[in-house]
């Protein structure tokens, strides 16, 4: 088959995806399914030493290196002087020696660091430092500051090429590393094709916990673990599970001087480098809870680094209120995923905000191309982007089952199905395909106005962009059945000067009846819409143009039961002679059902719909 013939398919272009790819990274067979969407099956099952199911790696655990899970946080400490007091707590001489925080205790109303001195009772304990002010009833934590000692056994697991494993506890991670003079627990790869495997005991029984007031001790780049992947050799598997990643964001006792001060705080942050890493073959995080974050969850920022197989399952969020109830963070995603990879799959997450951002400083092509699946999933935002559109099959995505409030796409082909969305955003994408899809209309009950799902934004298109609704609802978010809301369903804010360039298809969809509009097609490419049951207490569809910009509606085959009958079944809003309305509609009181708006156009030229 020559490049002409496959370039007439729709996603079949990405069957050269890894021709040029690096002689080490693992080769792959491009294949469609059934919708044309382009799935890798790698041609490999198993990359050299990663460890799987069933395997029988060998493992140390954490304590052997000093790590001890006994980390407290309570909500009852009060300070005079050097003196501790909680009513809650339950100290014993084992605690002589453990690291404390406590908060606004410190000079200019931050935490107080300080070392349990002495123990004077089950309540009541004596610490190296005096309180710059004296405080009642404020949050603290104590226990043993593991950042030395989980550093320690991470060195020793990646020198040994065991699984790290961890009992259940609070680790708590301190603020400054005396042997590595860091704040953060590196993750430091030196042998090609070694492997990290780091498994806790559970999620909400192992929980890594930040120090309270960490992050606003150490400012914007403070992490819980760190992979900075400049000199590193290329990797084997990462492997992360069973365990809860805790920014302790609670702990914040002041708001940030911007919204920037901590957004690059991350709980496990993998950083890119142009003398990183070339290749890993595998990641596999799983069964993770992300608590309380305060910049991103899980960060993989490359530079160019191609990821095999990027696995992410069974992860979800807990988030609290901050001390003050006051504090804002947490603006960053808990999954933000940026590299080069044909196999990322996400699957069974209950999270906030997902991101797939572009690769940093490079695009995706063909040879360098990115491919996501998303299933069985609850996401409030997803958002998948992509700095300028290079063609199909370079950015894929493609969802089932998921529920999201905000779908935001940017250069991107997609299919989702089967999933409801209430996302009033834009699909700012160059193909996709939604089906079998529920659309939550947002009404405004003090506007008595519902948020339109907007289907294109684009001011400037390369290629040829098409995105399909087929078997979906749009129904309003409201329980109210006599409401009339003003608006419509669905739009696209495109304004298109080639009528070819951006096609929109409703095929066999339903229409909530109680809405004013269901489509409004005015200005802005072209429209097929067919076989679906449409609804208007005003008018059932907007079509029409003006100045340069086109349109066309090309209408077959839909009910138009759920009009109401004094409404109009179309407006054409004839403001130049760009726009045409063409098909075929039984409906033998369609005509007289007509309006039309302005003069410029001929509507006897342009309107050549056959009414049957």
Same mark, same amino acid.
């Given at each position: 088959?020559?490049?002409?013939?496959?370039?007439?398919?729709?996603?079949?272009?990405?069957?050269?995806?890894?021709?040029?790819?690096?002689?080490?990274?693992?080769?792959?067979?491009?294949?469609?399914?059934?919708?044309? +969407?382009?799935?890798?099956?790698?041609?490999?099952?198993?990359?050299?030493?990663?460890?799987?199911?069933?395997?029988?790696?060998?493992?140390?655990?954490?304590?052997?290196?000093?790590?001890?899970?006994?980390?407290?946080?309570?909500?009852?400490?009060?300070?005079?002087?050097? &003196?501790?007091?909680?009513?809650?707590?339950?100290?014993?001489?084992?605690?002589?020696?453990?690291? &404390?925080?406590?908060?606004?205790?410190?000079?200019?109303?931050?935490?107080?660091?300080?070392?349990?001195?002495?123990?004077?009772?089950?309540?009541?304990?004596?610490?190296?430092?005096?309180?710059?002010?004296?405080?009642?009833?404020?949050?603290?934590?104590?226990?043993?500051?593991?950042?030395?000692?989980?550093?320690?056994?991470?060195?020793?697991?990646?020198?040994?090429?065991?699984?790290?494993?961890?009992?259940?506890?609070?680790?708590?991670?301190?603020?400054?590393?005396?042997?590595?003079?860091?704040?953060?627990?590196?993750?430091?790869?030196?042998?090609?094709?070694?492997?990290?495997? +780091?498994?806790?005991?559970?999620?909400?029984?192992?929980?890594?916990?930040?120090?309270?007031?960490?992050?606003?001790?150490?400012?914007?780049?403070?992490?819980?673990?760190?992979?900075?992947?400049?000199?590193?050799?290329? &990797?084997?598997?990462?492997?992360?599970?069973?365990?809860?990643?805790?920014?302790?964001?609670?702990?914040?006792?002041?708001?940030? %001087?911007?919204?920037?001060?901590?957004?690059?705080?991350?709980?496990?942050?993998?950083?890119?480098?142009?003398?990183?890493?070339?290749?890993?073959?595998?990641?596999?995080?799983?069964?993770?809870?992300?608590?309380?974050?305060?910049?991103?969850?899980?960060?993989?920022?490359?530079?160019?680094?191609?990821?095999?197989?990027?696995?992410?399952?069974?992860?979800?969020?807990?988030?609290?209120?901050?001390?003050?109830?006051?504090?804002?963070?947490?603006?960053?995603?808990?999954?933000?995923?940026?590299?080069?990879?044909?196999?990322?799959?996400?699957?069974?997450?209950?999270?906030? /905000?997902?991101?797939?951002?572009?690769?940093?400083?490079?695009?995706?092509?063909? %040879?360098?191309?990115?491919?996501?699946?998303?299933?069985?999933?609850?996401?409030?935002?997803?958002?998948?982007? %992509?700095?300028?559109?290079?063609?199909?099959?370079?950015?894929?995505?493609?969802?089932?089952?998921?529920?999201?409030?905000?779908?935001?796409?940017?250069?991107?082909?997609?299919?989702?199905?089967?999933?409801?969305?209430?996302?009033?955003?834009?699909?700012?994408?160059?193909?996709?395909?939604?089906?079998?899809?529920?659309?939550?209309?947002?009404?405004?009950?003090?506007?008595?106005?519902?948020?339109?799902?907007?289907?294109?934004?684009?001011?400037?298109?390369?290629?040829?962009?098409?995105?399909?609704?087929?078997?979906?609802?749009?129904?309003?978010?409201?329980?109210?059945?006599?409401?009339?809301?003003?608006? /419509?369903?669905?739009?696209?804010?495109?304004?298109?000067?080639?009528?070819?360039?951006?096609?929109?298809?409703?095929?066999?969809?339903?229409?909530?009846?109680?809405?004013?509009?269901?489509?409004?097609?005015?200005?802005?490419?072209?429209?097929?819409?067919?076989?679906?049951?449409?609804?208007?207490?005003? &008018?059932?569809?907007?079509?029409?143009?003006?100045?340069?910009?086109?349109?066309?509606?090309?209408?077959?085959?839909?009910?138009?039961?759920?009009?109401?009958?004094?409404?109009?079944?179309?407006?054409?809003?004839?403001?130049?002679?760009?726009?045409?309305?063409?098909?075929?509609?039984?409906?033998?009181?369609?005509?007289?059902?007509?309006?039309?708006?302005?003069?410029?156009?001929?509507?006897?030229?342009?309107?050549?719909?056959?009414?049957?």
């Amino acid at each position: 088959m020559n490049l002409i013939s496959l370039l007439s398919r729709f996603f079949i272009i990405t069957s050269l995806i890894f021709l040029s790819n690096c002689s080490s990274a693992v080769p792959s067979i491009v294949q469609t399914d059934e919708n044309n +969407i382009p799935k890798t099956v790698p041609s490999t099952a198993i990359p050299k030493n990663v460890p799987i199911a069933g395997s029988t790696m060998q493992e140390i655990n954490a304590s052997v290196y000093g790590c001890k899970g006994d980390g407290v946080q309570l909500n009852d400490f009060s300070l005079s002087g050097n &003196v501790l007091t909680s009513s809650s707590a339950s100290f014993s001489s084992l605690d002589t020696g453990k690291t &404390v925080s406590i908060a606004n205790a410190g000079e200019n109303g931050e935490h107080l660091l300080s070392t349990i001195k002495t123990i004077i009772s089950p309540n009541k304990v004596l610490l190296t430092n005096k309180a710059a002010s004296n405080v009642l009833n404020v949050m603290g934590s104590y226990g043993t500051d593991n950042i030395r000692f989980i550093q320690k056994a991470v060195d020793a697991a990646i020198a040994q090429q065991k699984t790290l494993r961890f009992d259940p506890g609070v680790f708590l991670i301190g603020d400054y590393n005396i042997n590595t003079k860091t704040s953060v627990i590196k993750i430091a790869i030196n042998n090609p094709g070694d492997n990290v495997v +780091i498994v806790g005991s559970g999620k909400h029984k192992t929980i890594f916990r930040e120090l309270d007031g960490k992050t606003q001790r150490k400012g914007r780049y403070t992490k819980i673990f760190y992979h900075y992947l400049k000199d590193s050799p290329n &990797v084997g598997a990462i492997v992360l599970s069973d365990f809860s990643l805790d920014k302790n964001g609670r702990s914040l006792t002041k708001n940030p %001087e911007s919204i920037y001060t901590w957004e690059q705080a991350h709980a496990w942050s993998w950083a890119g480098h142009k003398n990183g890493a070339e290749f890993i073959d595998s990641i596999h995080i799983s069964n993770i809870e992300i608590v309380d974050k305060i910049g991103g969850g899980i960060n993989f920022s490359s530079n160019g680094t191609r990821v095999n197989h990027f696995t992410l399952e069974k992860i979800s969020e807990s988030r609290f209120k901050s001390n003050t109830n006051e504090v804002f963070y947490a603006a960053r995603g808990d999954l933000e995923i940026s590299c080069f990879s044909d196999d990322i799959v996400i699957k069974n997450v209950d999270l906030t /905000y997902v991101q797939l951002e572009p690769v940093r400083s490079k695009k995706s092509t063909l %040879e360098n191309n990115r491919y996501c699946e998303v299933t069985d999933s609850s996401i409030d935002t997803i958002e998948y982007t %992509e700095d300028g559109i290079e063609g199909l099959g370079v950015n894929v995505l493609k969802m089932n089952n998921i529920t999201t409030k905000n779908f935001r796409n940017h250069g991107v082909e997609f299919l989702v199905e089967n999933s409801t969305i209430s996302a009033p955003h834009t699909i700012n994408s160059i193909n996709g395909n939604f089906v079998n899809c529920k659309f939550l209309l947002k009404y405004d009950a003090s506007e008595n106005k519902v948020k339109p799902i907007n289907a294109t934004y684009f001011r400037n298109i390369s290629s040829n962009n098409s995105i399909t609704f087929s078997n979906c609802e749009f129904i309003i978010d409201s329980e109210l059945t006599t409401i009339k809301p003003k608006g /419509y369903a669905l739009f696209s804010s495109s304004k298109i000067s080639d009528i070819l360039i951006n096609e929109i298809t409703v095929d066999n969809c339903t229409f909530d009846k109680r809405l004013q509009s269901s489509i409004n097609a005015y200005a802005n490419g072209k429209w097929t819409i067919k076989n679906s049951t449409l609804a208007g207490s005003s &008018v059932a569809i907007q079509a029409g143009g003006y100045k340069e910009y086109y349109s066309e509606v090309n209408l077959s085959n839909n009910n138009y039961s759920q009009v109401l009958d004094n409404a109009k079944l179309l407006n054409i809003n004839n403001h130049n002679s760009l726009w045409k309305v063409k098909g075929s509609e039984k409906n033998k009181n369609f005509s007289s059902r007509i309006i039309s708006k302005g003069k410029v156009g001929s509507l006897k030229n342009q309107n050549t719909l056959k009414i049957n």
